[in-house]
């Protein structure tokens, strides 16, 4: 005889079927706070449930910003919670701060209600295929992205920097863009930049990257290739074309001393000068292999002391004064 399969109640079969539905769910209280995520939201986040759980839902994913840049709501369920507007199926761009690039993103979200119409709280649901099954195409760039985003970090790491490098140097040059109301495009090639600033490392050894003592002027030459070797890399990458002429400059100094051309001042593109103002205060602020973090205050003094020097001073102005909001 068939053998029958036992019943299960309601609660466990609603849970069941949360933790193994391919899509993201996420549901919150009325006053934001998450309550749960399911397994495939884990997986999108790239987290463990319990980082987030019980936190409010813009501090947990969006570093407390309610709105993008442009206008409009960061997160489609806070827009629902907030405004009563539910989404079905609507493609939005998400980005939390657990993902590297934007991901293009099927949102449903709806608000929760007891059954008399009290709101008790909101759901989001994520995919990333559309309604008929089918996978939709976005892998570019994101997924390109992610993966120039591990390729560029593996090669910091052999610098003797921890991982986090490259994405802290993106994140200053993107916050410095913003601050600075340079346009969309502006803002997210500044972080790109950040991003892969230093991919033209990957032929030197760590030998030579990491060497405590002076260098020949062998070693210095190869050191110092690295910029024109991130451009000539870059060149064959057509959706990082843009990046080109900005990893070549991001170690020229506004005095016309840096290198490889030596330019000078207003010469350097716009974003290789604010690379080189993030990239040398991540430098400073973080472990080495050969040394301690200095402290903020010490960071600071050294901008400003290379101010007008190494630097563009009205990019280190706008860089202090942000720094002021976030310590
Ligand atoms: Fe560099």
Same mark, same amino acid.
């Given at each position: 005889m068939?053998?029958?399969?036992?019943?299960?109640?309601?609660?466990e079969?609603?849970?069941l079927?949360?933790e193994?539905?391919?899509?993201?769910v996420?549901?919150?209280?009325?006053?934001?706070t998450i309550?749960?995520?399911?397994?495939?939201?884990?997986?999108?986040?790239n987290?463990?449930?319990?980082?987030?759980?019980g936190?409010?839902l813009?501090q947990?994913?969006?570093?407390?910003?309610?709105?993008?840049?442009?206008?409009?709501?960061?997160?489609?369920?806070?827009?629902?919670?907030?405004?009563?507007?539910?989404?079905?199926?609507?493609?939005m761009?998400?980005?939390?701060?657990y993902?590297?690039a934007p991901?293009?993103?099927?949102?449903?979200?709806f608000?929760i209600k007891?059954?008399?119409?009290?709101?008790?709280?909101a759901?989001?649901?994520?995919?990333?295929?559309?309604?008929?099954?089918?996978?939709?195409n976005?892998?570019?760039?994101?997924?390109?992205f992610?993966?120039i985003? *591990?390729? !560029?970090? $593996?090669i910091? +790491?052999?610098?003797?920097?921890?991982?986090?490098?490259?994405?802290?140097?993106? /994140?200053?040059?993107?916050?410095i863009?913003?601050?600075m109301?340079?346009d969309a495009?502006?803002?997210?090639?500044?972080?790109?930049?950040?991003?892969?600033?230093?991919?033209g490392?990957?032929?030197?050894?760590?030998?030579?990257?990491n060497k405590?003592?002076?260098l020949?002027s062998?070693?210095?030459k190869?050191?110092?290739g690295h910029?024109?070797?991130g451009?000539?890399?870059l060149?064959?990458i057509?959706?990082?074309?843009?990046?080109?002429?900005?990893?070549?400059?991001?170690?020229?100094r506004?005095?016309?001393?840096?290198?490889?051309?030596?330019?000078?001042?207003e010469?350097?593109?716009?974003?290789s000068?604010i690379? *080189?103002? !993030?990239? $040398?205060f991540? +430098?400073?602020t973080?472990?080495?292999?050969y040394?301690?973090a200095y402290?903020? /205050?010490k960071?600071?003094?050294?901008?400003?002391?290379?101010s007008g020097?190494?630097?563009?001073p009205?990019?280190?102005?706008?860089f202090l004064?942000?720094l002021?909001?976030?310590?």
């Open positions: 068939k053998e029958m399969a036992a019943l299960i109640s309601g609660p079969a609603a849970e079927i949360l193994s539905i391919p899509r993201p996420i549901m919150v209280s009325k006053d934001s309550l749960y995520i399911n397994k495939s939201m884990e997986k999108f986040l987290i463990n449930r319990t980082v987030i759980l936190k409010p813009l947990a994913l969006y570093k407390g910003q309610a709105y993008k840049r442009q206008g409009g709501y960061r997160s489609p369920l806070m827009e629902t919670l907030l405004t009563g507007r539910e989404f079905s199926n609507q493609l761009e998400i980005k939390t701060i993902n590297v991901r293009l993103l099927q949102v449903t979200t608000l007891e059954d008399n119409g009290k709101i008790r709280g759901c989001a649901l994520l995919s990333s295929h559309t309604p008929d099954g089918r996978a939709m976005f892998p570019a760039p994101s997924e390109q992610e993966t985003y *591990a390729f !560029a970090e $593996a910091g +790491a052999r610098d003797g920097y921890t991982m986090g490098h490259s994405e802290k140097v993106a /994140e200053y040059s993107r916050l863009a913003e601050k109301e340079l495009k502006t803002v997210d090639l500044a972080y790109l930049s950040g991003v892969v600033h230093d991919i490392k990957i032929g030197i050894s760590e030998e030579v990257l405590k003592g002076p020949s062998e070693e210095y190869q050191i110092m910029s024109q070797m451009a000539s890399i060149s064959h057509s959706w990082l074309n843009d990046l080109v002429p900005i990893i070549e400059a991001h170690h020229e506004y005095d016309g001393t840096g290198y490889p051309l030596g330019l000078k001042g010469e350097i593109p716009l974003l000068r690379l *080189a103002v !993030a990239d $040398a991540d +430098a400073m973080s472990d080495r292999s040394r301690k402290p903020l /205050e960071a600071i003094e050294e901008l400003k002391h290379n020097t190494q630097f563009d009205a990019i280190v102005k706008v004064e942000m002021k909001e976030y310590v």
